[in-house]
């Protein structure tokens, strides 16, 4: 065991919403050939069979006012560029497409899905992912929208699910709050306030109040010390008024939401981690978008291990049945630690040999073998979550000094 | 030498705009809100079918009490240790 996994006591995951790898780190490949970013040359086809290349031109605010389609069959045209037939391959050709029917069929408007930022525009961003270690092989674990996506960060499935339904715990697959709840660890899931709730609430809404918390709390709790050994952090999902007249801006970076605050939210996070000497020596913290959001990425997303549930034909809306074994397009992911290198770079597909995948079940099964070793004794996991790779082999033997690690200026 | 600070910009006050449509996502989410809260309603018309004045012995009277506070003040259940 390291010493950095030694020390660890904590684990936090941020999950943001619907940006790809290429959209928001892809520029990165200008300044580490080793990131499996963008070289430029990337494209698809519009509607009129003209070359639509990535540019980095991404906005802020206000390129994707049309929300790009990131439900199951549009996705399956992202994916396979709108093939059909049975052996089709997977190109990463739809995506103009597919935004084209989104933005009422404007072939000039359809070709900003192909945008990504240019270098220095997310200092947020980019700096944890170099200052730290990037992902270059982390993918959503459906091909399809947030709930279903964001279920398999907690149960490690989404139980058959492909869309964003209302769906019931049918099996006894426990959350991974459950799983630490009866096993008497500490775990909490902080929601930004009561206006922008949660994403996860009828089962964890019904099931398991007393692990929630507003994102105040997780701030409380880094400055006094008292943070759980496992945290799970949503962002402000929308725009509302504060309870003291304020304006609270969403900082999900779900299209169309000003993409700065997220960038502002991921770095108040990091400094409330960072800026308590303690905490910072002794946890992981792990930041991850739950699905591309209908965003161009160049990578093709790998097959994996079935859950062993079946999404029927009718349900999938592409005329075929889902069986849970190819995994969705690729995220950023990035894990912060003192313990960790500067300019750590973990391989992915693009490296046949070294590369590793990550997916949202990565994250239970991660939570699950640092803090309940025992757990499969008695209870049941997904085969999925059983093989999902787990990253707290990042964590080395050497810790940074203080002075080699950032601190953000919000 | 102290830690190297990176400054993060400031979001404009324009980009605030609750009248934006909501996304698809945020319509899903009030759908489950909404289905939670049935969930609570039936909890609560559940208890309110006991009858509390036949209820007599202190286990009946302290599993009573429990379904209720369960639903009056959840942030009690299963207190956790830090």
């Given at each position: 065991m390291s010493a950095g996994l030694d020390n660890l006591k904590h684990i936090v995951v941020l999950m943001m919403e619907n940006r790809s790898f290429d959209h928001m780190l892809g520029a990165l490949r200008a300044k580490?050939?080793?990131?499996?970013?963008?070289?430029?040359n990337e494209f698809n086809l519009d509607t009129n069979g003209a070359i639509v290349k990535v540019q980095a031109?991404?906005?802020?605010?206000?390129?994707?006012?049309?929300d790009p389609d990131h439900h199951f069959p549009g996705v399956d045209l992202q994916i396979f560029g709108g093939a059909q037939n049975d052996g089709r391959a997977a190109n990463m050709g739809g995506f103009v497409k597919s935004y084209f029917t989104q933005t009422n069929n404007d072939v000039n408007l359809s070709h900003a899905i192909m945008n990504y930022f240019a270098l220095g525009q997310l200092p947020v961003l980019t700096e944890l992912a170099t200052e730290f270690a990037v992902f270059n092989g982390w993918f959503s674990s459906i091909p399809g929208p947030t709930i279903c996506n964001r279920a398999f960060a907690h149960y490690?499935?989404?139980?058959?699910?492909?869309?964003?339904d209302i769906f019931y715990l049918l099996d006894p697959i426990l959350s991974v709050y459950e799983r630490m709840v009866n096993a008497g660890q500490t775990s909490k899931l902080y929601y930004y306030d009561q206006q922008s709730?949660?994403?996860?609430?009828?089962n964890l809404l019904k099931?398991?109040?007393?692990v929630f918390a507003t994102f105040d709390q997780f701030l409380a709790d880094c400055k006094s010390g008292s943070l759980p050994q496992y945290s799970f952090i949503e962002p402000c999902y929308n725009d509302h008024p504060g309870d003291d007249g304020g304006q609270i801006l969403a900082s999900?970076?779900?299209?169309?939401?000003?993409?700065r605050e997220g960038e502002r939210f991921i770095a108040t996070v990091f400094n409330a981690i960072r800026t308590n000497p303690d905490l910072w020596q002794s946890t992981a913290l792990l930041i991850v978008y739950?699905?591309?959001?209908?965003l161009y990425d160049h990578v093709v997303p790998p097959s994996c291990t079935p859950d062993g549930y079946v999404a029927q034909a009718a349900d999938t809306e592409t005329g075929r049945p889902f069986a849970f074994d190819r995994l969705g397009i690729r995220v950023p992911a990035i894990m912060v630690s003192p313990w960790i290198p500067r300019g750590t770079v973990i391989p992915g597909?693009?490296?046949?040999?070294k590369g590793r995948v990550f997916e949202h079940a990565s994250i239970p099964a991660t939570v699950t073998s640092q803090f309940?070793?025992?757990?499969?004794q008695n209870n049941k996991r997904t085969v999925r979550e059983k093989n999902a790779a787990t990253f707290?082999?990042?964590?080395?033997d050497q810790m940074r000094p203080d002075d080699d690690c950032i601190v953000f200026n919000l | 030498m102290p830690p190297r600070v990176v400054p993060v910009p400031k979001t404009p006050k324009?980009?605030?705009?609750?009248?934006r449509p909501a996304s698809s996502l945020l319509r899903a989410q009030i759908l489950h809100l909404h289905e939670a809260l049935k969930w609570h309603v039936a909890e609560i018309q559940a208890a309110l079918?006991?009858?509390?004045?036949?209820l007599f012995s202190e286990r009946e009277v302290s599993n009573y009490a429990k379904r209720v506070s369960r639903i009056?003040?959840?942030?009690?259940?299963?207190r956790q240790k830090k």
């Open positions: 580490d050939v080793r990131i499996s970013g963008l070289t430029g031109s991404a906005k802020f605010q206000g390129e994707l006012k049309n490690g499935t989404s139980f058959g699910q492909v869309s964003m709730s949660t994403m996860e609430v009828v099931n398991e109040p007393q999900d970076q779900h299209p169309d939401h000003d993409v739950d699905e591309h959001g209908g597909p693009e490296d046949p040999e309940l070793p025992n757990f499969d707290l082999d990042l964590l080395t | 324009e980009s605030y705009n609750p009248e079918e006991i009858n509390p004045r036949r009056l003040h959840p942030q009690a259940a299963k």
